[in-house]
């Protein structure tokens, strides 16, 4: 189809340089951020919609792509596709895109905040100030040189990390069961000198510090349980930047409680919705009550799902779609 003929419809905010290289290509191009699941099929009833620009506000499964006959590509700008049916899509061979590549920096950087904020204690230590203590022994860090940090999942998300690891001398090891010569006996060097790929025996017996930056699906959903969290050798400091649903907070809870884990960085909670907008559920008294008990835990810092939300990534993500979709 030629670029003149495609009508794309945009169904969540994005920057504008995308909507604004797609047009400069001929593409006509429409505003559906107020458009719901309903609304969406009564549009493509009355016109074709061949193009769809989303984030995270729709989930467009098998029964709503049903009813866009003329769809030839979606494009989700961030990393995940997890709020579409991929395998409804393939069928139907509508192409698929995503920019990982346009805010994997930017949690790569978030993810290191985070973790030389709590080994240095820098929270804490600025909340004791302005409480007027001056603790000093209370606020006596850990330096990041002297650890192993384990990288579970090392795709964009995962590597960036890596990379932003090299100049404090520590340890590195990355598993990634799903990477060609990645598995439990490795037969590949990393791409980067620091980093050793390692399978997870290895991994569970010498990492202090584990960041989570795996996709969430029907694998890894609820993945850090009970039986997970203790299969570590050594209490370590848990970062999740990757999808909430990966982590079960009773779990985590419990192994902070117990020791198992030291410190918790979470940057993407179970209780986010689908939108990945709002928190959700907390009217359920179990997940109220678990979510205050993490508002309440001293060894826990949050985030508002931003790791990856900064203002170069805003209009780097929308380039990143820009260059797939008019390549394809």
Same mark, same amino acid.
């Not at 984030?55 to 990393?79: K, M």
């Given at each position: 189809?030629?670029?003149?003929?495609?009508?794309?419809?945009?169904?969540?905010?994005?920057? $504008?340089?995308?909507?604004? /290289?797609? +047009? !400069?290509?001929?593409?006509?191009?429409?505003?559906?951020?107020? #458009?719901?699941?309903?609304?969406?099929? +009564?549009?493509? $009833?009355?016109?074709?919609?061949? =193009?769809?620009?989303?984030?995270?506000?729709?989930?467009?499964?098998?029964?709503? %792509?049903?009813?866009?006959?003329?769809?030839?590509? *979606? !494009? /989700?700008?961030?990393?995940? #596709?997890?709020? *579409?049916? &991929?395998?409804?899509?393939?069928?139907?061979? *509508?192409?698929?895109?995503?920019?990982?590549?346009?805010?994997?920096? !930017?949690?790569? +950087?978030?993810? #290191? =905040?985070? #973790?030389?904020?709590? %080994?240095?204690?820098?929270?804490?230590?600025?909340?004791? &100030?302005? !409480?007027?203590?001056?603790?000093?022994?209370?606020?006596?860090?850990?330096? %990041?040189?002297? %650890?192993?940090?384990?990288?579970?999942?090392?795709?964009?998300m995962g590597s960036a990390f890596a990379q932003r690891l090299a100049g404090f001398g520590c340890r590195v090891l990355a598993f990634d069961k799903y990477k060609e010569g990645w598995g439990e006996q490795p037969q590949v060097k990393a791409p980067l000198p620091h980093v050793v790929p390692v399978g997870s025996d290895v991994l569970a017996k010498e990492a202090d510090v584990v960041s989570l930056h795996v996709p969430w699906t029907s694998e890894t959903k609820g993945m850090v349980n009970d039986d997970w969290l203790g299969s570590w050798d050594k209490p370590i400091v848990l970062l999740n930047t990757a999808r909430g649903a990966i982590v079960q907070t009773e779990a985590l809870l419990r192994a902070l409680d117990d020791g198992r884990v030291t410190h918790a960085c979470l940057d993407v909670l179970e209780f986010e919705g689908r939108s990945l907008e709002t928190l959700e559920g907390l009217q359920d008294p179990v997940k109220k009550e678990a979510f205050e008990a993490l508002l309440k835990h001293p060894n826990v810092m949050m985030t508002p799902h931003v790791a990856g939300w900064t203002q170069e990534s805003w209009s780097q993500l929308s380039e990143v779609l820009a260059d797939k979709i008019l390549a394809s």
């Open positions: 189809m030629k670029p003149e003929d495609t009508q794309v419809w945009f169904l969540d905010s994005v920057h $504008a340089g995308l909507q604004v /290289r797609l +047009e !400069a290509a001929g593409m006509s191009c429409f505003d559906g951020t107020a #458009l719901g699941r309903e609304a969406l099929k +009564e549009q493509a $009833a009355k016109t074709p919609i061949h =193009g769809l620009v989303l984030r995270s506000r729709l989930s467009l499964d098998r029964e709503l %792509l049903d009813q866009l006959p003329d769809l030839q590509w *979606i !494009a /989700r700008s961030g990393s995940g #596709l997890d709020n *579409i049916d &991929v395998e409804a899509a393939h069928q139907k061979g *509508i192409a698929l895109h995503s920019s990982p590549e346009g805010n994997r920096d !930017a949690v790569g +950087e978030h993810t #290191l =905040g985070m #973790l030389l904020n709590t %080994l240095h204690r820098l929270s804490s230590g600025d909340a004791s &100030v302005r !409480a007027r203590a001056w603790d000093r022994e209370g606020h006596r860090g850990r330096e %990041l040189k002297h %650890l192993t940090v384990g990288i579970i999942g090392y795709g964009h």
